[in-house]
């Protein structure tokens, strides 16, 4: 059974700084990875989508990072902003085994001004 | 971006009462639509999954009776909670997948309040 964990669950840094979130998923068979943004009582906003045959996705200030053999993606932030605290979700996708994505708790993240 | 609609936002009702969620995918077809269910402060937590033109896959433990899920559309998958009781009150939120080697897009979930 698929098991997705993200480390750590809370953070807070100041503004300006470049900051690493973490995933690590038990079983390496993934289709793809997917990183999403929570706001509060908000719906998911899809920032990065890495397919199991890639290593990592850009978008602006935010690169996404996928080692499928060890078990691992890293959602790297640049320079971060106010705007961007929230709570950062991954979710693994089986592909044809399971069509489900699993997610991780989040990591909530709160950007000092 | 894709998007997707999700309808009602917000809704109270009485217990004993029929909900029913909308959710849209606005700008492309989706052949894949699932429901989640998130209690506070938790992960999501998957309902079930739909095909358009086929039955919901509901997941362990989730009454199919009690959740009625409906994708008769490409851009349409309806959720309705029946006989919903003050245990049902949570946040839902539906995605959208067009294919599967593309991302799932969310609505921005319906807050769900039984009195």
């Known amino acids: 059974k698929q098991e997705v964990t993200q480390i750590p669950a809370a953070l807070s840094v100041p503004e300006g700084e470049n900051l690493v979130l973490n995933c690590s998923f038990t079983?390496?068979?993934?289709?793809?990875l997917q990183w999403f943004r929570q706001d509060p009582g908000k719906g998911l906003t899809s920032l990065l989508l890495?397919?199991?045959?890639?290593r990592e996705q850009t978008s602006g200030r935010l690169n996404a990072s996928l080692d499928k053999s060890s078990g691992r993606s890293t959602l790297y932030i640049a320079a971060s902003q106010p705007g961007d605290s929230a709570t950062y979700l991954c979710?693994?996708?089986?592909?044809?085994?399971?069509?489900?994505?699993?997610f991780g708790k989040g990591t909530r993240l709160h950007i000092l001004p | 971006g894709a998007v997707v609609s999700q309808h009602p936002s917000w809704v109270i009702c009485k217990s004993g009462t029929s909900v029913k969620i909308e959710c849209r995918s606005l700008?492309?077809?989706?052949?894949?639509m699932f429901w989640y269910r998130q209690f506070p402060k938790q992960s999501l937590m998957l309902m079930a999954t739909?095909?358009?033109?086929?039955?919901?896959?509901?997941e362990q433990g989730v009454e199919k009776d009690k959740f009625l899920i409906n994708h008769a559309s490409l851009t349409l998958s309806t959720l309705t909670v029946t006989s919903a009781h003050p245990e049902d009150s949570s946040f839902y939120i539906c995605?959208?997948?067009?294919?599967?080697?593309?991302?799932?897009?969310f609505g921005d979930g319906t807050r769900l309040s039984i009195l």
């Open positions: 995605s959208a997948r067009a294919r599967m080697d593309q991302p799932q897009h």
């Open positions: 079983d390496s068979a993934i289709y793809n």
């Open positions: 890495i397919q199991s045959s890639q």
């Open positions: 979710a693994v996708g089986g592909g044809d085994r399971d069509d489900k994505i699993i």
């Open positions: 700008d492309f077809q989706a052949t894949t």
């Open positions: 739909s095909n358009e033109g086929s039955k919901a896959t509901y």
